[in-house]
């Protein structure tokens, strides 16, 4: 195990922009796991590290001092990685037939070497840096104290500006969903989380574009991380896996709505996604497959239905989201918990394996980081993990968008292309792109 890092209170006040602005103009590799823009509670980590393999050795059954790490005010990461898990790497070691390794671009990690966290509950900042280092390390923390926040960075941009190509055309997709009934028919799956992306070709600001992301569709697992020449932009309001203290949770996300465009509308959308009949049984369905997951490296008995069917709301959409936990049987692993639930049940359909097989045959390409996860792993063994959804990667040529939703017997195709559009609307105009014209056709949304 790396040598921990040393850590104390910053005495002054400091915004995470600001600090990951002025990171971000000397470091190639770098992160900023965001809890979001104005955000009134929860943590944000900035910092920089060095490329590291997957730590699947880290342990997760040690007890922290606190099961709640905030509750005392003490940071839930102070010494660790940050970084992104791909859907192929996790359907490969699942035994899922995927693209070559070599054609697809796999996960990546940063061992932390400087570290930042904030807390927005009391607006207090720790830092952690290796002992030798930890003097310089806040004195660059109060430069970026000491500056303010540019805003043209987060102007907006013409929507329009940048051409799309849509793997999928809305008829295609459609014709895909039939496929995903026939085959449920069969009784070969009974749920299949089909998915198609939208690529933006060209260079891009990826931090221009993270702002506007950010500032656009805040999210409480938000998150810039660039490892390698490639970043991940995300938005992501789907927490996939959270250990502290020894307890494993996961908080499956099937069911969306957009929002309405007056209060009443809004509240009549999200009281039809509590109620709607299907929605409920797609989620029910990912709460039993990820039950089973978690059961695989959870003390027998341990595992719970915290909360069932709960609608969370977001500035661009309603979910429908549930939560399940355990505790950590002895001798489990970061590498261990990958193996029983990477790929997420809600990215993949149940049963999982059969459900991964035909969808590498319908969907005509790879996920790549979209449907993995990113987020930290600690020292400690705590982590937190959110899923690759509502994100943008951004590399050398290209920046990537993917989207998709749930399949069910009783998914209505024309439904389904409209929540495809709704999740990637926000993530295109953040790149300045419009959705293709047939997906944005007002028929459909």
Same mark, same amino acid.
């Given at each position: 195990?790396?040598?921990?890092?040393?850590?104390?209170?910053?005495?002054?006040?400091?915004?995470?922009?600001?600090?990951?602005?002025?990171?971000?103009?000397?470091?190639?590799?770098?992160?900023?796991?965001?809890?979001?823009?104005?955000?009134?509670?929860?943590?944000?980590?900035?910092?920089?590290?060095?490329?590291?393999?997957?730590?699947?050795?880290?342990?997760?059954?040690?007890?922290?001092?606190?099961?709640?790490?905030? =509750?005392?005010?003490?940071?839930?990461?102070?010494?660790?990685?940050?970084?992104?898990?791909?859907?192929?790497?996790?359907?490969?070691? =699942?035994?899922?037939?995927?693209?070559?390794?070599?054609?697809?671009?796999?996960?990546?990690?940063?061992?932390?070497?400087?570290? =930042?966290?904030?807390?927005?509950?009391?607006?207090?900042?720790?830092?952690?840096?290796?002992?030798?280092?930890?003097?310089?390390?806040?004195?660059?923390?109060?430069?970026? @104290?000491?500056?303010?926040?540019?805003?043209?960075?987060?102007?907006?941009?013409?929507?329009?500006?940048?051409?799309?190509?849509?793997?999928?055309?809305?008829?295609?997709?459609?014709?895909?969903?039939?496929?995903?009934?026939?085959?449920?028919?069969?009784?070969?799956?009974?749920?299949?989380?089909?998915?198609?992306?939208?690529?933006?070709?060209?260079?891009?600001?990826?931090?221009?574009?993270?702002?506007?992301?950010?500032?656009?569709?805040?999210?409480?697992?938000?998150?810039?991380?660039?490892?390698?020449?490639?970043?991940?932009?995300?938005?992501?309001?789907?927490?996939?896996?959270?250990?502290?203290?020894?307890?494993?949770?996961?908080?499956?996300?099937?069911?969306?709505?957009?929002?309405?465009?007056?209060?009443?509308?809004?509240?009549?959308?999200?009281?039809?996604?509590?109620?709607?009949?299907?929605?409920?049984?797609?989620?029910?369905?990912?709460?039993?497959?990820?039950?089973?997951?978690?059961?695989?490296?959870?003390?027998?008995?341990?595992?719970?239905?915290?909360?069932?069917?709960?609608?969370?709301?977001?500035?661009?959409?309603?979910?429908?989201?549930?939560?399940?936990?355990?505790?950590?049987?002895?001798?489990?692993?970061?590498?261990?918990?990958?193996?029983?639930?990477?790929?997420?049940?809600?990215?993949?359909?149940?049963?999982?394996?059969? @459900?991964?097989?035909?969808?590498?045959?319908?969907?005509?390409?790879?996920?790549?980081?979209?449907?993995?996860?990113?987020?930290?792993?600690?020292?400690?063994?705590?982590?937190?993990?959110?899923?690759?959804?509502?994100?943008?990667?951004?590399?050398?040529?290209?920046?990537?968008?993917?989207?998709?939703?749930?399949?069910?017997?009783?998914?209505?195709?024309?439904?389904?292309?409209?929540?495809?559009?709704?999740?990637?609307?926000?993530?295109?105009?953040?790149?300045?792109?419009?959705?293709?014209?047939?997906?944005?056709?007002?028929?459909?949304?």
């Amino acid at each position: 195990m790396p040598e921990p890092l040393s850590t104390r209170v910053f005495p002054d006040r400091v915004a995470p922009e600001a600090l990951f602005l002025a990171l971000e103009r000397e470091h190639s590799d770098l992160f900023w796991l965001d809890a979001g823009a104005d955000a009134p509670e929860g943590w944000s980590l900035v910092g920089t590290g060095v490329p590291s393999a997957f730590p699947g050795e880290v342990r997760l059954d040690v007890a922290r001092a606190a099961a709640s790490p905030a =509750a005392d005010g003490v940071p839930p990461l102070l010494g660790g990685w940050v970084g992104w898990y791909d859907y192929e790497s996790g359907a490969r070691a =699942a035994g899922a037939p995927v693209a070559d390794a070599a054609e697809v671009p796999g996960g990546a990690w940063l061992r932390i070497s400087r570290l =930042a966290a904030f807390d927005h509950t009391t607006g207090a900042v720790w830092v952690a840096a290796a002992e030798a280092d930890l003097d310089d390390w806040e004195v660059s923390v109060s430069r970026a @104290a000491a500056t303010t926040v540019p805003e043209d960075g987060a102007a907006l941009i013409e929507v329009g500006t940048r051409r799309v190509e849509a793997r999928h055309t809305p008829t295609e997709y459609a014709a895909l969903i039939e496929r995903c009934r026939e085959l449920i028919r069969a009784g070969i799956a009974y749920q299949l989380c089909l998915t198609t992306r939208f690529t933006v070709p060209g260079e891009h600001d990826g931090v221009a574009v993270y702002r506007r992301l950010r500032s656009a569709t805040p999210a409480h697992h938000g998150g810039f991380i660039r490892i390698g020449g490639r970043s991940l932009l995300s938005a992501s309001p789907e927490q996939f896996l959270h250990a502290a203290g020894g307890i494993i949770r996961t908080r499956p996300i099937k069911g969306t709505r957009p929002r309405g465009t007056d209060a009443a509308h809004d509240a009549e959308l999200a009281s039809e996604l509590a109620a709607d009949a299907k929605e409920r049984a797609e989620n029910v369905m990912i709460v039993d497959l990820m039950r089973n997951d978690l059961s695989q490296v959870c003390e027998p008995g341990s595992i719970r239905v915290d909360a069932l069917w709960a609608v969370e709301t977001y500035p661009a959409v309603h979910q429908l989201v549930s939560t399940v936990s355990g505790t950590a049987s002895s001798g489990t692993t970061a590498g261990a918990l990958f193996g029983a639930a990477f790929p997420a049940g809600s990215m993949t359909g149940a049963p999982k394996l059969s @459900a991964m097989t035909r969808l590498r045959e319908l969907e005509g390409g790879p996920r790549g980081i979209y449907a993995g996860c990113f987020g930290y792993i600690g020292d400690d063994g705590s982590l937190d993990l959110a899923m690759v959804i509502r994100s943008i990667v951004i590399g050398s040529a290209d920046a990537v968008v993917g989207a998709g939703g749930g399949i069910t017997w009783r998914s209505v195709a024309a439904s389904e292309v409209a929540e495809v559009a709704t999740k990637a609307r926000a993530p295109l105009a953040a790149l300045g792109a419009e959705m293709p014209a047939a997906w944005a056709s007002d028929i459909l949304n």
